[in-house]
């Protein structure tokens, strides 16, 4: 397990599709890189930048734009801040004159066909996530080697600022584990959320927490509203057809809003079956990863191939639970700590997992947030988030083509659906009658993830990727 300090902004990051770890993680490796070749050689010396991509990364890296990720990053844009709009351009302006601008600043020749490689037969040894970054300037040579581990967490390798303060300094409650958020609970009498705060103001104080928070949903319910806006087909080669703005314009009988607030009354105002309310959930989900397959901004919660999940769960309590800001503010806070738990326990890699560590955790983080906001025990919560992932044990990543369409759009919807039936059987139970714990199934995930075939964790070297039968120039 490793000991580290994880903030809730850690597990949600604010990032471009479709992928933290092929697309957000890549870019913000492209970032250090720069910083750290400037403290080697100025910008101005750098003849020329060639990528290296290795393992997963080179397997499925065309379809998770891990190129067009390196080569926005070493141009100086933030996928945090960049105009999705735009990046066609960005791309296209590169291509045309085999030239880039380091940083945004320094004129140098790149070819994107030559200078971003794919070592398909090749992996680094620590992670199946690797990359390496080499700049020539004159005859000296600069090389760094990145892993992205998932969820736009990355690890310089050889690197002291691994183990740096940042992440080892101590925190008033520090938890590896859901026995630790126990422990915690029965000294003090706080509930997740409040033990998650205590820790987040050793980074900042309540304030910026609960703006930064709030911002962060007002990101994932903008991706749902797009989301549920936008038709067409989805870029890549699969001609995948979106989806969740045909069911939309269908659960609202075709009323427009120009709005998210004025489409959120429509929402309520329309219906409050179990079957409507079951369509709306995958809208949700639909919607936030349509949007991430397309370049466009969306909330790692934990990855980006599970950014539905959440957001789809929280969206369905505010528009069927008149859920107010306050019960955002726990429940990202809730489900913050169970993705860290997660990650320190086991991994929210899909490339170490399979999908159990994406979607699986998605699904448990949103049990937990949910089960808070309805007024469960902290037992209840750890409960739920159980019951969630104890049901997604197993479940393997093998997206065709390379892709982050099929299967992994309609599994956000899934995760939703269960992570809302863990949150339901979680507070109609006594957690003190339950055979398994929290941690016992995080272990069994890790140890699951351990002796999943390789062919199952992102390489789309087995699953649906080998059997759905496909033509991708791009791949």
Not at 243 to 271: F, T
Not at 350 to 370: N, P, R, T, W
């Amino acid at each position: 397990m490793q000991k580290e300090c994880i903030s809730v902004f850690d597990i949600f990051k604010i990032g471009i599709g479709p992928s933290s770890s092929h697309t957000l993680g890549p870019w913000r490796a492209a970032e250090q890189f720069l910083k750290a070749l400037a403290k080697s050689a100025p910008l101005a010396s750098i003849d020329s930048v060639q990528v290296h991509l290795y393992g997963s990364l080179a397997k499925t890296g065309k379809g998770h734009g891990t190129d067009i990720a390196v080569i926005l990053g070493l141009s100086g844009h933030d996928p945090v801040t960049i105009d999705c709009t735009r990046i066609d351009g960005f791309l296209h302006e590169i291509a045309s004159t085999n030239t880039m601008l380091l940083q945004g600043r320094e004129e140098i020749a790149f070819d994107p066909k030559t200078d971003v490689t794919f070592h398909m037969a090749e992996s680094l040894p620590f992670h199946p996530n690797g990359l390496t970054f080499v700049a020539l300037a004159g005859t000296e040579t600069f090389s760094e080697t990145y892993y992205s581990i998932g969820g736009g967490f990355i690890i310089q390798e050889n690197s002291a600022d691994n183990n740096s303060a940042e992440n080892t300094f101590q925190l008033p409650y520090p938890a590896d584990s859901a026995s630790d958020i126990l422990k915690w609970h029965q000294q003090t009498g706080m509930s997740i959320w409040e033990i998650v705060l205590e820790n987040e103001k050793a980074w900042r104080d309540e304030s910026e927490a609960r703006a930064n928070l709030i911002h962060i949903w007002h990101v994932m319910r903008e991706s749902i509203f797009l989301g549920c806006q936008t038709k067409g087909t989805l870029p890549g080669g699969l001609h995948v057809k979106r989806r969740a703005a045909e069911l939309n314009q269908k659960l609202l009988q075709g009323l427009d809003c120009a709005d998210y607030d004025r489409w959120l009354e429509l929402v309520r105002a329309s219906g409050d079956g179990f079957k409507y309310t079951l369509d709306w959930v995958s809208c949700f989900a639909l919607a936030v990863n349509e949007q991430n397959a397309s370049f466009s901004r969306v909330v790692t919660a934990p990855t980006n191939g599970a950014a539905g999940v959440i957001p789809a769960v929280l969206q369905y309590y505010v528009a069927f639970c008149n859920g107010q800001e306050e019960d955002i503010f726990r429940f990202l806070l809730t489900a913050g700590e169970i993705g860290s738990i997660f990650k320190k326990g086991a991994t929210i890699s899909a490339a170490m997992g399979g999908c159990q560590a994406e979607i699986g955790v998605s699904s448990a983080m949103a049990a937990a947030g949910l089960t808070q906001v309805y007024g469960g025990s902290v037992e209840q919560c750890l409960m739920a988030a159980e019951i969630a992932m104890e049901h997604h044990l197993g479940m393997t990543c093998d997206p065709v083509g390379g892709l982050v369409q099929i299967p992994c759009i309609e599994r956000n919807t899934m995760g939703a659906i269960k992570a809302i039936t863990a949150s339901q059987l979680a507070l109609q139970s006594n957690p003190g009658n339950a055979k398994v714990s929290l941690d016992n199934v995080v272990l069994t995930m890790w140890q699951t993830a351990l002796d999943m075939n390789n062919r199952y964790k992102e390489t789309s070297e087995g699953g649906l990727a080998l059997n759905i039968p496909i033509s991708l120039s791009e791949c």
